[in-house]
């Protein structure tokens, strides 16, 4: 089962982790992304996949006083060639002026 805010579904089984009433609290509705500014310090995170069975993601976020803001997200969907998802993440990596991406090391086949 899975429950939608703002088109985004989430899995019920985490609701003990988040709510469907914390994540509306923090979903500003109708957001697709945000541009990249200036001034701004951004942090990308990534959870590699193969490209056979998993999606591939990327967020990137800002820090704003006590808030993490989620600025952009890219997915790409079972089957993909991961060399072309890692040349489009850079692509996105640059507009954001991020030189350093997090990820747990992990990317099946790849």
């Known amino acids: 089962m899975e429950y939608a805010i703002d088109g985004n579904f989430f899995r019920n089984d985490l609701a003990g982790f988040l709510t469907l009433e914390a994540l509306e609290a923090v979903t500003a509705l ?5 541009a990249p500014v200036h001034h701004l310090t951004y942090i990308a995170g990534v959870d590699a996949s193969g490209g056979l069975h998993d999606a591939f993601t990327m967020s990137i976020v800002h ?8 600025d952009a997200l890219r997915v790409f969907h079972a089957p993909f060639d991961p060399h072309h998802a890692v040349e489009e993440l850079v692509k996105t990596c640059r507009e954001y002026r991020i030189t350093e991406v997090v990820g747990d090391a992990y990317s099946g086949d790849w």
């Open 30 to 34: 109708g957001r697709r992304e945000l």
């Open 63 to 70: 820090v704003a006083g006590d808030k993490v803001i989620q």
